[in-house]
């Protein structure tokens, strides 16, 4: 750049206090900071040739991106490359928007931005294993002919400190098949971010050697499991799945499940546990994933026989026990019956294999051991879970008034809500929101906001609230809505019917400028986060 001038010391100030709060885990204060940095320096009249403008959209870019908002984040960090950071920083931009096109399911264009990134530092290992990961989504969309289907290399050239710089651009062509190269001044011979497997472009046909594999999957089973050790939950993921495609132990499939559990994604948790069975019916780590998984999916019975069958195998895990009480508790107040406690958990192999890979800790759980116990078949529980299924259909026949004592914690909130799943009045759901102060929403949902969830809030301030012209409980609730985490993604997959039903209330609203509870101002606002 032609010319660099002195960051002003309240930017510093500014920029410490949004990289503190990033420290903290407290991204929303950190947005903050770093907005009021950018603002003060757009202000002063140096926003363009400031040296700390790249770092302090790409840092933003990285609160955006933690707490969803990933239009935000590839905005950000587009501005970032346009005012010229140097290559550490511009890496890891670009692996940030391969982040956020990666969670906006557009597969190809995150595959580019991780190759990219590693294009520029051959060494970095978390891009390598994101476009592995990526490897199998274009494979099965595209098939053998994928790389032809890739959107064109997004290439960035850091400045020189005479010349303005470029702008983050595309390649013309489509790149040939990537081969990484050392930095420039070191020597060459880096490894390749993959190994093509059999049957892709560029796969070799000749039969792999097994020392190799072995060596292979040690290599990702340590690099999993400090992954997971870092809480990088989804490098993780692409590490054991790895593993598993060279040595599918039972172990493997228990490990990603946790993965899977940590990351909310309870039905993919719920196959690789049961797989981590089939290979391992005395792993009762699995069962008590499973089990978790199952509950959070408000699937009681089965969480009850998973529950059950890790403490017939270890009748000192604690945890099992404190999941099983709770379940308890939520069913009798739900008045959702549970099956009886099965006679005994699934056969245990006398002289079963051991698994080649470490095992993942269980959050709050006491050191596994096996034990010999028999139990009884899959279908005795499935027959246990059928049984009780029809007895809980029978019930919610039976009109019940719900009652809500004492303050509501986030856990309370979900409970609650999941106990009423599947009624057919929407009272008991406007009970719950009733008992609550509309800015008590965001910090109750926490990350937890889904489709159905959003969808039912909907519906009860439409068909309740809206109706009895409760208006201010409506603004407060659809105001609240919008700063609830994952509401950006959430509310971008609401269908037609549901959007209308939101204009119709925000119409409504309107009308009724003359409260004194919200203005027009923010009215107009509101119209805004929901367009």
Known sequence: METVLPTPPAVLRLKEEGSAAVRRGDYVTAETAFSNALDRLESEGCLVDDAATPALYSNRSLCKLRHGDLKGCLEDTEHALKYGPNRDLAVKILYRRGQAFEGLERFSDAYVHFQSALSHNSQFTQASTSMSRLLPYL????????????????????????????????????PPPYTPTAPRGEGSGAPPPYTPVEGEEGGSSDPPDPLDRQASFEQLKCQGNEYY???????????????????????????????????????????????????????????????????????????????????KL???????????????????????????????????????????????????????????DDVTSKSTNQSAASDATAKTKKRKKEKRKLEITGELTPYKFMTLWGSVRGS?????????LRHIQPHQLPTLLTNKLDGPIYSKILSVIKNIFMSNGDYVVVYGLLYNLTVTKRFPIIHGFLGNKEKKDVADMLTELMSQSSSESFSQSQLEGLVQAYS
Not at 146 to 156: E, F, G, H, I, S
Not at 229 to 257: F, T
Not at 342 to 364: F, G, N, Q, R
């Open 424 to 432: 057919d009045s929407l009272d008991d759901y406007a009970t719950i």
């Open 229 to 311: 050790k870092q809480a990088c939950y989804q490098e993780a993921i692409g590490c054991y799945s790895g593993c598993a495609r060279i040595h599918g132990d039972s172990a493997v499939y228990c490990n990603r499940a946790q993965c899977y559990l940590k990351l909310s994604q309870f039905s993919q948790c719920v196959s690789d546990a049961s797989r981590a069975l089939d290979l391992d019916p005395s792993n009762v780590k699995a069962y008590y994933r499973r089990g978790m998984a199952e509950r959070s999916m408000r699937r009681y019975a089965a969480a009850w026989s998973d529950f059950h069958s890790a403490l």
């Open 139 to 174: 494979r099965d969309k595209h098939g053998l002919g994928w790389r032809a289907k890739l959107p064109p290399l997004p290439l960035y050239t850091p400045p020189t400190p005479s010349q303005q710089p470029p702008p983050y651009t595309l390649m013309s062509q489509h």
């Open 314 to 372: 270890e009748p000192t895990n604690k945890a099992a026990k404190k999941e099983i009480a709770q379940l308890q508790t939520i069913c009798e107040r739900a008045g959702i019956p549970l099956p009886s406690q099965h006679e005994a958990p699934p056969p245990v192999s006398p002289d079963s294999t051991h698994s080649l890979i470490e095992e993942l800790p269980s959050h709050a759980t006491t050191p596994l051991v096996n034990g010999t």
